[in-house]
């Protein structure tokens, strides 16, 4: 079954430090996205990127994230100025693209990166 | 605005006992999607069910029940015989119609099963 994977599982950095949270998703979906969740706490979206551009971003990320879709297969998280309260679980997810609305189509995540941030 | 509260922090149970997830929702969309996802103490997040606001049909799979009441804005999920395995933080969520695409999650109930 395919699934989508997320590189590495877990990540220590510096505060200031620049870090990319690798995804790749399920290879016949076209919607992506990026959540965190807080230890502990409930997921929270960060962005969906649609059609090699950001569809819509929520309030948490700022001009320290970015997101690029490099290739053909990955889908990349960057943040460039690590802050301690980046430490978080970081869930890479995608969705198919059909004739219904694309709210409507599920999710799926990937096992998330563990972002731990010293 | 959109709102999902599962009221319930943390639900303890016996192995085989049936638990209610409770999942209560506030949208301005007349259109609108709801889930459940599990996640497990390995921390994935698993897709279990997805339902549309124009389909009040209940659903059953399995041990797994959802009872979609749209008078009550609410998206209860029921385990039947629950198992150990069972035992995960489950989440509910809300995806309105309207110009956002941002899901809303709730807090997430975390379901303790006890052999």
């Known amino acids: 079954e395919p699934e989508v994977t997320q590189t590495p599982s877990h990540q220590v950095t510096q505060m200031g430090q620049e870090v990319i949270l690798r995804c790749v998703p399920i290879s016949n979906h076209l919607y992506f996205y990026w959540y965190r969740q807080i230890l502990g706490q409930k997921v929270e979206f960060l962005v969906s990127f649609y059609n090699n551009e950001i569809s819509e971003k929520s309030e948490i990320f700022d001009d320290q994230f970015s997101v690029e879709r490099p290739d053909g297969s990955n889908f990349t998280l960057k943040i460039r100025s690590t802050k301690l309260e980046d430490s978080a679980m970081y869930f890479c997810?995608?969705?198919?693209?059909?004739?219904?609305?694309?709210?409507?189509?599920?999710?799926?995540f990937g096992p998330g990166t563990r972002l731990t941030v010293t | 605005a959109q709102k999902v509260t599962q009221a319930q922090t943390e639900i303890s149970v016996v192995e085989k006992e049936d638990v209610t997830l409770d999942c209560v929702y506030e949208?301005?969309?007349?259109?609108?999607?709801l889930f459940w996802y599990k996640q497990p103490p390995s921390g994935e997040l698993v897709f279990l069910i997805r339902?549309?606001?124009?389909?009040?049909q209940n659903e059953i799979s399995g041990r797994y029940s959802w009872n979609f009441q749209k008078s009550t804005s609410s998206f209860n999920f029921t385990i039947t015989a629950s198992q150990v395995v069972d035992s995960a933080v489950y989440f509910c969520?809300?995806?309105?119609?309207?110009?956002?695409?941002?899901?809303?999650f709730g807090r997430g109930t975390s379901l303790i099963v006890h052999p």
């Open positions: 949208t301005r969309d007349t259109t609108y999607y």
């Open positions: 969520a809300l995806r309105g119609s309207g110009g956002s695409y941002i899901p809303t």
């Open positions: 339902r549309n606001s124009f389909d009040e």
């Open positions: 997810a995608s969705s198919e693209e059909g004739l219904q609305d694309p709210r409507s189509y599920e999710q799926y």
